[in-house]
């Protein structure tokens, strides 16, 4: 299974970007799928979340910012992400989860400046 994620760039504070993640396999099966992010010298994080039924969750750190979504007839996650702050510069991941089996793609880098 692959998954490729791409969408990252450098943004100014305040900017937007989507970051998009397609899959190799069909993820009309996948029960959960999600965006990580990974900042310089700091832990990998849960960003936010969507099950097969549409259900989301969100870091606090994100909320009312970002926006994920799915869309299984492509294979596709997005990740919408409003008012970038500095502090949101991370290497970001997707991963998917079908049954026992929990995948995660190459990350892309996203960079806001101040």
């Known amino acids: 299974v692959q998954l490729q994620a791409s969408g990252g760039g450098f943004v100014q504070a305040g900017g937007s970007l989507r970051l998009s993640c397609v899959a190799s396999?069909?993820?009309?099966?996948?029960?959960?799928m999600s965006w990580y992010r990974e900042a310089p010298g700091k832990q990998r994080e849960l960003v936010a979340s969507?099950?097969?039924?549409?259900?989301?969750n969100y870091a606090d750190s994100v909320k009312g910012r970002f926006t994920i979504s799915r869309d299984n007839a492509r294979n596709t996650m997005w990740l919408q992400m409003n008012n970038l702050r500095p502090e949101d510069t991370a290497v970001y991941y997707c991963?998917?989860?079908w049954g026992a089996g929990w995948y995660m793609g190459q990350g892309t880098l996203v960079t806001v400046s101040s």
């Open positions: 396999r069909s993820t009309g099966a996948s029960d959960n």
């Open positions: 969507i099950t097969n039924s549409g259900s989301t």
């Open positions: 991963t998917a989860r």
